[in-house]
């Protein structure tokens, strides 16, 4: 059979088939049910990440329903899904009355804009990288994902599947300190354990502490590092047709160019020359959070939500999740043949130990029969 391609955007043809509609049918049908998206966040304490949430989502102003969850007794063990919060929820297994624990804390967020439902869940990471001995700090976390994986894979082999909820995490967004000079020990050891679980996307805290010169430094040191241990990190263009537009080409070329993102949150607003721009007040001026000549805060976003929010979803569910999926069925199924092959030869040895019970009693009945014979 040989495949055609028939380009209904050719001038010379006079109909269509309806494809445009396509677009308008996806479009009603997200409005209608909401996008679900999961993003973590992890960094040490004092990196600005609820600042950089607070102006990403721009909660402050934005129509949105906040909802904390109720964060499980550290004392408890990892459970595949909370009873109450219907959350996934681990601690850390250093944790002790003298040592900060560490948590995953899910908050869950609905925010419209242009008639589109974001259900956004965030999963916050306090007391990582709190301790002296930090290095299973993400653990907690690694359990967390892969809970949150099981608990999407036991839904999904439910006969019926239309109440799953997709609890998966879509996106990392990994904080490094403006301070270091390249990865830490910390940040190599949680990402190399989950780079293959989860899209991670690095970026460097509060940039407005450090010179052009010296973000520039750290970005190169950041990817000798990343490139170095075998971390891989998300990169727009690497999946969908981004080729296809030009425009989005050119921004996808920018935020490549950008990683690690070099970041400033601030939901501060100044009034600048007649107009009204978010970002840090210093005595030199103001740091624009969304000028790209300033920081990578713009570019972030646009990654983020505007351009690439659908790719990481697409990535978790058709590489990360798929690659998870696949070992859990090959290890059952390995479990099945090793089972398989225990009951096959317990059924022997049964066989045999029959076998063996029936020449015992033969040699019995021959026995008494000769001392029979012998008394007569």
Request: hydrophobic content about 35%; some cysteine.
């Amino acid at each position: 059979m040989t495949n055609r391609i028939i380009d209904f955007n050719d001038e010379k043809r006079r109909t269509s088939v309806g494809l445009s509609g396509l677009g308008r049918q996806i479009y009603r049908r997200t409005a209608q049910k909401g996008y679900d998206f999961t993003l973590m966040v992890c960094g040490e304490q004092g990196l600005g990440k609820t600042t950089l949430l607070e102006t990403l989502f721009d909660t402050t102003s934005t129509e949105s329903t906040l909802n904390t969850s109720t964060l499980v007794a550290c004392s408890q063990p990892l459970r595949a899904v909370d009873e109450d919060e219907g959350h996934a929820v681990a601690t850390s297994p250093l944790a002790s009355d003298t040592t900060p624990r560490v948590h995953v804390r899910p908050t869950t967020m609905r925010i419209r804009d242009h008639g589109i439902n974001l259900n956004l869940t965030i999963l916050d990471t306090p007391g990582y990288g709190a301790a002296d001995d930090n290095s299973r700090d993400y653990e907690p976390l690694e359990e967390y994902i892969d809970a949150a994986f099981r608990s999407y894979l036991q839904d999904e082999s439910r006969a019926d599947r239309k109440d799953t909820v997709d609890r998966r995490v879509h996106c990392l967004l990994y904080f490094i300190s403006p301070n270091a000079r390249g990865l830490r020990p910390l940040d190599r050891t949680t990402l190399k354990h989950l780079h293959t679980k989860v899209n991670v996307v690095p970026v460097i805290a509060k940039a407005d502490t450090l010179s052009t010169a010296e973000v520039a430094e750290l970005k190169a040191r950041v990817l000798q590092d990343l490139d170095a241990a075998g971390i891989d990190v998300f990169r727009p263009g690497e999946v969908g047709d981004d080729a296809d537009d030009a425009g989005l080409s050119a921004d996808v070329a920018r935020m490549v160019a950008a990683i690690p993102f070099a970041v400033i949150g601030s939901t501060d607003v100044h009034k600048v020359g007649g107009k009204e721009i978010r970002g840090r007040k210093y005595g030199w001026g103001i740091a624009d959070v969304d000028n790209e000549a300033h920081c990578d805060f713009a570019l972030l976003h646009k990654m983020l939500i505007e351009t690439h929010l659908h790719d990481l979803k697409g990535l978790t569910e058709e590489v990360v999740y798929e690659r998870f999926r696949k070992t859990i069925l090959e290890r059952n199924a390995g479990v099945d043949s090793t089972t398989f092959q225990n009951e096959k030869m317990k059924r022997n040895l049964e066989s045999q130990a029959r076998a063996l019970e029936d020449k015992l009693r033969e040699l019995e009945e021959e026995r008494k029969r000769y001392e029979a014979a012998s008394h007569a």
